[in-house]
């Protein structure tokens, strides 16, 4: 039977990309303002600097990537010496801009009384910063204590730890295909797939439930609980 319900964040309870996208916009008007040079600058091509930094940095703190990304921004337009307070403004609006998505309350007060709650994050959400303070029993972050970044065993590992329960009664909730469904079910855990894109499967592996909308989560998972119990 399940008891626990764990959440991955970013895309899947925070509306991440206009967090990002203000945090991007507001990093490019100070270049303009502190040099000439950054006038020639984009916004597309500050978006693509997290792209050229990622593939050598994946494993890596997605802050320290975010850092790499705005270091190769402020090189555009020889900036480089005014890197920490950029990373310091780009983070006070990203934060600033982070809310839930509209689905996201109702669906986490109707799961409540039901499950256990818990949140689980490659990213720099905090649930204190982004609107969901209070909301879940335990939270579980990469990198703290040197824990790995999902899809590492040792980040389900530590989810199914901070839970207290066997992996079979948690259900994962994400968006991304292999970090929310398959690596959770390669540790035992049940998976939903959050797709609000309509996205076709990437692969062969049917998710214990998939679903549009997190308001459409509460019954998916009164089902996956029938079917727990053979009834």
């Known amino acids: ?57 994946s494993a890596a703190p997605v802050a320290e990537i975010r850092r790499a990304a705005l270091a190769r921004s402020l090189a555009r337009a020889g900036l480089n010496d005014h890197l920490d307070e950029i990373v310091g403004l780009f983070f006070a609006r990203r934060y600033a801009l982070t809310r839930p998505f509209p689905d996201v309350p109702a669906a986490l007060a109707a799961l409540r009384s039901r499950y256990t709650l818990g949140f689980a994050t490659n990213g720099n959400s905090r649930t204190e910063r982004c609107g969901l303070a209070g909301e879940f029993a335990f939270e579980v972050y990469a990198h703290d204590n040197g824990l790995p970044k999902k899809p590492a065993p040792e980040f389900y590992a530590a989810v199914v730890a901070a839970a207290g329960v066997p992996a079979e009664q948690i259900a994962y909730v994400g968006d991304s295909w292999e970090h929310d469904v398959v690596a959770p079910r390669r540790a035992g855990l049940r998976s939903v797939w959050l797709n609000r894109h309509g996205l076709p499967r990437p692969g062969d592996l049917t998710p214990d439930a998939e679903v549009s909308s997190l308001a459409d989560l509460p019954a998916a998972l009164a089902d996956l609980r029938v079917d727990a119990v053979g009834v």
């Open 1 to 57: 039977m399940l008891t626990t319900v764990v959440f991955d964040a970013d895309e899947t309870l925070l509306d991440l990309r206009p967090a990002v996208t203000g945090g991007l916009v507001a990093v490019l008007d100070e270049m303009r303002r502190r040099a000439p040079a950054a006038s020639e600058v984009t916004l597309a091509e500050l978006e693509s600097d997290w792209d050229a930094v990622f593939g050598d940095l």
